[in-house]
């Protein structure tokens, strides 16, 4: 198999594609509100640890790589801070806040309610969201026969979405987005995916729809927690 080059975050929403636009400074980029074109960059560039924890972010060099002014730069830095991911200080700039332990703990935590609250909610209409997760497997075997590590995590992430997206609370589906995006800047688990670990996780996941096929709830529930207890510990074996 080809080596690899890293596979780049997977934000889970349309910041992957502003934050594309912008990098690539086409026309297109222009049809974007300058706020969300900082936003979507930095927010990418934090996640994919361009910026690192503890780096000092100043409007100035904002401005300057994204070719705005400096009032949507602090703007978007707003928004940022809100998301937990800069600290703003005036005059200064902005702080890129580094991971601790407590949250990992918190996030993980999060994570684990969202998830086994949404395996509860879709189970009286399991058999429609089969029909949703049943090809995302199929692209992950695709994606890992492949080598693809970075598409193959796209359809892992968007496997747990639709999951939690049938529960029907768009308010949760949000925060578990913004959950899943501080796990990318924790070091999620598969960045760096390696085949055994693909067929680990593809099987995981043929297991939950196998569940969701059968008759007991209580099944499919434990096959959710016990694979987010798997990421949680792949994930703290990164720190």
């Not at 080809?2 to 929403?13: C, H, N, S």
Request: a neutral charge; aromatic letters at 4%; one cysteine or more.
């Amino acid at each position: 198999m080809p080596e690899q080059e890293p596979a780049r975050v997977v934000l889970g929403d349309e910041t992957t594609e502003i934050a594309r636009i912008v990098a690539e400074e086409g026309p297109a980029a222009e049809r974007i509100p300058a706020a969300e074109r900082v936003y979507a960059y930095v927010k990418a560039a934090i996640l994919d640890r361009v910026y690192p924890g503890g780096e000092l972010l100043t409007e100035g060099e904002l401005a300057t790589a994204v070719g705005v002014s400096r009032t949507p730069v602090r703007e978007a830095l707003l928004r940022l801070e809100e998301s937990g991911l800069v600290k703003l200080y005036p005059k200064k700039g902005a702080l890129v806040l580094p991971v601790l332990p407590q949250e990992i703990n918190d996030v993980l935590e999060a994570r684990e309610l969202i998830e086994t609250h949404a395996a509860a909610k879709v189970w009286p209409r399991r058999k429609q969201l089969v029909d949703k997760l049943v090809p995302l497997v199929q692209e992950m075997r695709k994606h890992k026969k492949a080598g693809d590590a970075k598409s193959f995590l796209e359809a892992d992430r968007a496997f747990h979405e639709a999951i939690v997206g049938a529960a029907g609370n768009q308010i949760l589906a949000k925060l578990y987005n913004s959950l899943r995006d501080r796990q990318v800047r924790m070091g999620v688990p598969g960045i760096e995916v390696q085949p055994a670990r693909m067929d680990k996780s593809v099987a995981a996941h043929q297991e939950m729809i196998d569940a969701l096929c059968g008759n007991s709830a209580k099944r499919f529930r434990e096959l959710v927690i016990a694979h987010i207890h798997v990421a949680a510990t792949d994930l703290r074996g990164v720190q």
